[in-house]
């Protein structure tokens, strides 16, 4: 089995970005902003504990698991620790560690090589829709954010999730040239790993924040629905919806002519959904 040479880079350091220049006063009363950035410090500086998962699933393929071990980690793991220290710039009352804590507890439980997929090509399946997802969360969190800080950061961020998006994809070819699953098997995949995303990481990480920017409030069902609400109203004007579709259907085993036609209809179902 053929896979592409690495290519990782360390393309920026978190030495790099000044947060002593962060502009805290224009950021500091966004609360929408705070439980964005803190959601996802909370799962990004937990990638030793997914990575490892993945790295036990690939072994006897070095070329994989010398990728994750010494890049993706270690990218995934700067990513949570740059966003953390945003969070802790501008909003130092936030008890980040302690309520980290709590979060990497019930987090942890999910991170498990059960909850992979079996096949290795179709867990390269769903690792594109993480990082889709990814991309697309900081495309569109750069598209809101004005604080120039905050978008040099968060451009960083998504290049790395787009290279990540690339190499996943890579590797699914090579190892679907040999397990060859075909369209239905692929956009089952898919569709498994949207709704385990929306439905498990994204919650558990805003149910943690929430309750840590709120001490002294019961978290309550209603309060992640109007987030909901919030990011619903917001993602129709600054989520990238072409650029999640193009990345999703990419992996499907079909003839690109199909895909083109498809991309703008699903565009329109995807907003209806989201």
């Not at 089995?1 to 805290?24: H, K, V």
């Not at 569709?191 to 805003?206: K, Q, S």
């Not at 917001?234 to 999703?248: D, S």
């Amino acid at each position: 089995m053929l896979f592409p040479a690495n290519r990782g880079r360390q393309s920026w350091r978190l030495e790099d970005i000044p947060f002593d220049a962060i502009d805290t006063a224009s950021v500091r009363d966004d609360e929408f902003l705070f439980l964005m950035l803190a959601s996802a410090s909370f799962v990004e500086i937990l990638a030793e504990t997914y990575s490892g998962n993945l790295i036990e699933h690939y072994q006897g393929n070095a070329e994989v698991t010398d990728w994750l071990r010494d890049f993706w980690q270690k990218e995934e793991t700067q990513h949570g620790r740059a966003l953390k220290a945003y969070v802790q710039t501008v909003w130092p009352e936030f008890d980040w560690e302690g309520t980290h804590q709590a979060f990497r507890i019930e987090y942890s439980a999910l991170c498990t090589v059960e909850h992979l997929e079996p096949q290795r090509a179709l867990e390269l399946v769903a690792r594109c829709v993480v990082e889709t997802g990814t991309s697309t969360f900081y495309r569109a969190l750069h598209d809101y954010a004005r604080e120039p800080v905050l978008r040099q950061l968060i451009d960083n961020l998504k290049m790395d999730e787009v290279s990540h998006y690339s190499h996943f994809r890579r590797y699914f070819n090579a190892y679907n040239a040999i397990e060859r699953h075909g369209i239905f098997a692929v956009i089952a995949t898919i569709w498994r790993r949207v709704r385990e995303v929306r439905g498990e990481d994204a919650y558990i990480a805003f149910k943690h924040v929430y309750g840590g920017r709120h001490p002294n409030q019961t978290f309550l069902e209603a309060d992640w629905r109007r987030h909901n609400r919030l990011m619903k109203r917001l993602a129709h004007r600054h989520y990238p919806y072409l650029m999640a579709v193009r990345m999703l259907i990419k992996p499907i085993p079909m003839v690109e002519s199909v895909k083109r036609i498809l991309q703008w209809p699903l565009v329109g179902l995807v907003r209806l959904l989201t």
